[in-house]
């Protein structure tokens, strides 16, 4: 059989564009009405996406810039635990990944999340682990300023092997259930986890039965060398942002090369590029309809959204149409700031090309044409190892999703590039991914 992509749906509750809001027929009131986000979720199952995926922060992003940010729809969304354990209640198949950070969270409390998700949903959960790139969240925490990039790595890898260790409290077949006896569950199987370590404490045991996968699937995003070598230790999918073909080949030969050196099968490493398609039946209506979008975008809205995507960097003393100045070290996004440097100075944009650029897919690859168009470089980057499957970003909702279900998956299919039906059940299953062994008892 021919390699298949992986489709995951990135939802934004208005979309990914920062203008999609304005579009016609865009649902401007999805981040107050939760039937738009049901919508969406049966809309991608139908289409017999993956999985969908809920990006989080516990902190308004440009909210130091109320005036540009009143322009947007960025201020309200849905906290990710409770937004998918709704959805698992209206889906069946479709994978339900939400984003929780290690750095303003507790182990044993996200452990409980997930794998309460996990149990909902019957085997569909994904937890997208961060370490806040947002440093206005340590604002909301009785903190005066953000943990240094090392040492919220650091955390992150400790938070995680506590996470692992309570989901693998109870053994599979813990609970006998023997009523007639009067036995709930065998003592030998059950595993008090009694953690001390550097930053944490934790006995346990969880007061859930392991999760239906074993372990929720784990997703990374961090693309610095530190960020990428937890997560070809540790993760299950990265979930990238890749502008071209030649830089996404070497960061996903470079992944996979640092599964195989954590002593992983890489094959069970995917990686998920983003990916904004603005499609339609000819090149001409796309790139209108894409224009019409950028059209939309006020100078101090596209200013304000460069200036988060690099770190909250004040540009706004400089000349538009000048060129991108040498910045500042930050601690908050490294790998996407680097990015958007490296592609202003490579292509020599100014700031105001480069808002322009970031203010529909925030550095992520953005594909405008036809459904023929899209699926040509979605099959190369997957044949020519560059992708095991990309997360969408439709620009708009609903309608950036329903043009990309209604042309492109229609066209995937018809190359064999993507299912027509699920053949499995849970997540692990969607993505050929395999159940981990519980510790104990390996």
Known sequence: MRRQLRLGLFIQETGHHIAGWRAPQAAANAGRDFRHQVELAKLAEAARFDLLFIQDSYAMRGANDIEALKHTARSVHWDPIT?????????ERIGLIGTATTTYNEPYTLARHFASLDHISEGRAG??????????????????????????YARAAEFLA????????????????????????????????????EHFSVKGPMTLARPPQGHPVLVQAGSSDTGKRLGAATADVIFTAQQNLEAAQHFYADMKALAVEAGRDPGQLLIMPGLL???????????EKFQALQDQVLPEVGLATLATTLGEVDLSGYD???????????????SRRQLLIDMARRDNLTIRQLYQRVVGARGHLTIVGT????????????????????NIMPAHLP????????????????????????EGSTLREHLGLARPINQHVR
């Open 83 to 91: 937004a998918l354990s709704a959805l698992a209640m209206v889906t």
């Open 162 to 197: 506590v996470v692992k260790g309570l989901w693998d409290t109870w053994e599979d077949d813990a609970f006998v259930d023997d009523k007639q006896a009067g036995q709930f569950f065998d003592p030998a199987r059950l595993h008090v986890l009694n953690h001390k370590g």
């Open 277 to 287: 398609p603005v499609v339609a039946a000819t090149q001409a209506e796309a790139e």
């Open 320 to 334: 538009l149409d000048g060129p991108v100045p040498d910045l500042p070290e930050a601690n908050g996004p490294k």
């Open 399 to 422: 309608v950036g999703l329903s043009d990309f279900t209604e042309l492109v998956v229609p066209e995937l299919q018809r190359r064999g590039l993507f299912r027509t039906e699920y």
């Open 127 to 152: 937890w997208n682990l961060v370490t806040s790139n947002n440093e206005a969240e340590a604002l909301n925490f009785s903190r005066d300023q953000h943990a240094v990039h090392g040492d919220r």
């Open 371 to 390: 459904p023929e168009q899209v699926a040509d470089v979605m099959e190369q980057w997957l044949l020519e190892g560059a992708a095991d499957g990309f």
